[in-house]
């Protein structure tokens, strides 16, 4: 076989390796690209579904475009789940609103062309139908109005608390401002946080929570185990007091087993004096 044919053989072989290889970086390419929250990826399937109806389309098109501005919103992938979750949470909120925006104007034009007939009974029944319609349509976008407010309130009073979203649920953490040194009991300044607390508990009674007291390395293991615990159950009593029931809340000392901070300096061990409330998400 002379050069010439060699070659345009080896050529004639290389052309599935080379697709061969060009699908695999793809593949690969794909499968690391980050993905979209799930709940995004169902609210677009939901506006699309809308969009596709010229029926309920033609009615809302601002509404769907605030829809589409916040389902475009969602479907960025971030590390941040807290903001993440929201945004997914909203997006699906709009899209309902669309929704329940595009079937009630529907439902009006075909209540206004059934005015026109002149079958009165039937006119009254499908009439009572509409309104029927109407006050569901109209329910459901002031429920989806309402969840939307409520979770812009439950984020406004997380970040009032300084509370941080953890894989064990909300984490508040209260400094060693609480109490006097070597003391259990809560000073005045204490209240004032521990009031927030309990409001927020009271509001989401839904809720439970871990009460963790921790202590530096000063002094003996079970004397800081013994204050640790003293100081949970001082938090666990106020909140008892502020209406939060027993049965939602637990107090735990953890001693000096627990530091976030290095013991070796003043400002570390201020660090680790401290009781941390864990909210469980519901």
């Known amino acids: ?20 290889l060009g699908s695999a970086l793809i593949l690969a390419a794909c499968a690391n690209s980050p993905k979209s929250p799930s709940g995004a990826v169902a609210a677009r399937e939901r506006l699309v579904q809308l969009q596709n109806d010229p029926a309920l389309a033609s009615r809302v098109s601002v509404a769907i475009r605030e829809a589409d501005d916040a389902v475009t919103a969602a479907e960025v992938p971030m590390k941040d789940k ?3 979750d929201h ?16 079937k009630t104007r529907q439902l009006e034009d075909q209540r206004a062309g059934l005015s026109e007939r002149r079958d ?3 006119l009254e029944s499908r009439t009572r139908e509409a309104d029927r319609a109407l006050d569901a349509a109209e329910q459901a976008r002031a429920d989806a109005e309402a969840a939307r407010d409520d979770s812009d309130a439950l984020r ?5 608390l300084n509370a941080k979203e953890t894989e064990r649920g909300l984490v508040v953490t209260l400094g060693d401002m609480l109490f006097e040194t070597g003391n259990s009991q809560l000073k005045g300044n204490a ?3 521990l009031s927030k607390l309990s409001s927020f508990l009271n509001k989401y009674p ?13 002094g003996s293991e ?4 013994s204050l640790s615990q003293r100081r949970a159950d001082s938090v666990q009593q106020y909140l008892l007091q502020q209406g939060v029931a027993s049965n939602r809340l637990t107090a735990v000392g953890q001693g000096e087993n627990s530091p976030v901070a290095s013991n070796d300096s003043t400002s570390g061990r201020a660090l680790n004096r401290r009781v941390e409330v864990i909210i469980a998400n519901p």
């Open 1 to 20: 076989m002379n050069l010439k044919a060699q070659t345009k053989r080896g050529l004639h072989l290389s052309k599935p390796l080379i697709m061969a």
């Open 82 to 84: 807290v903001k993440s």
């Open 87 to 102: 945004l997914v949470f909203v997006a699906t909120r709009e899209v309902d609103v669309a929704w329940a925006q595009a």
């Open 120 to 122: 009165s009974e039937r």
């Open 156 to 160: 406004r009073e997380i970040a009032e």
């Open 191 to 193: 209240f004032a946080n």
């Open 206 to 218: 839904e809720r439970t929570l871990i009460i963790e007291g921790h202590t530096d390395s000063v």
């Open 222 to 225: 079970s004397s800081n185990q």
